[in-house]
């Protein structure tokens, strides 16, 4: 492969990610869903949860540095940088993705052993945003990890051509 | 600094981080603690909690990779392929520990939203455990970053010296 398909295959992951990025965000932010038990009605959403929050500000630091990148990546002097960046954000996306899965386990399921009831019965929409929040979150994760493989492989590659 | 000095200092890095997964392994495993509320008797024990369960085996999978990992880096041919799987490894570290973090978030705080009440006030030595394993978790997920960066910083050098 010759050095401007490899920078465009770079650059066509890293779009890819910021889309899922928003995807997630913006299927996270819009997800509420209301349920009225015994009279009293109450309401899900997800800034009632820490590990959401968490999520959705996790996304969009990755957003917004998918965007620098994008433009960083142009110039070759910022590559070495970009990839500690890469590998930085790629852990705060598998973070973020792991609090958030964690906390919806215990929304769908509950956790019989510390009393925690599922919600999911009462607030379905809620519950199918979220899944859906957390698909797009990690597939932003999963091609940062493949962005940052291929980097590695890519950038890496003259050096082990030079060693027997 | 001499090749070798940088190669002992990520040999050290790989030690500690191998010490710190042992550790908090030990910590969760061994975690357990037991309530009486209205003549019931209730234990509270890692292994109830999908997350923490979770958790000790991604710590384990790290310990494991970085046994192995020590052994590849004394040959010069594995170093591309134990940079990538450090890579994975970090990001498993540290989704392990968001999902047992933000179970343990709600176990101290409870979430009043969703109905679930906290359980720390019931098993506090449960709940002391639980932090211990998640802070040399932490410590084993932040060495593996800085090794990662440091094997970057050091193997992409001498490409960059290339450029001007």
Not at 25 to 50: C, G, Q, R, W
Not at 86 to 112: C, E, F, R, T, Y
């Amino acid at each position: 492969m010759t050095t401007k398909t490899k920078r465009f295959l770079a650059l066509l992951l890293r779009v890819i990610a910021l889309g899922a990025t928003v995807a997630a965000i913006v299927i996270m932010v819009t997800s509420h869903d209301s349920a009225t038990v015994l009279n009293l009605t109450f309401e899900a959403k997800y800034s009632n949860t820490p590990a959401f929050r968490y999520f959705v500000i996790a996304e969009a630091v990755a957003g917004g540095y998918s965007v620098l990148a994008l433009l960083l990546s142009f110039n070759s002097l910022f590559s070495r940088l970009v990839l500690m960046m890469d590998v930085v954000i790629a852990m705060l996306l598998s973070s973020s993705i792991s609090a958030a899965l964690a906390i919806a386990h215990v929304g769908k399921k509950g956790n019989s052993h510390a009393g925690w009831l599922p919600i999911c019965g009462q607030v379905p929409n809620f519950c199918d945003k979220v899944t859906g929040a957390l698909i797009a979150g990690f597939i932003a994760s999963i091609l940062y990890l493949l962005l940052i493989l291929y980097s590695l492989h890519s950038a890496l590659a003259p050096l082990f051509a030079l060693k027997p």
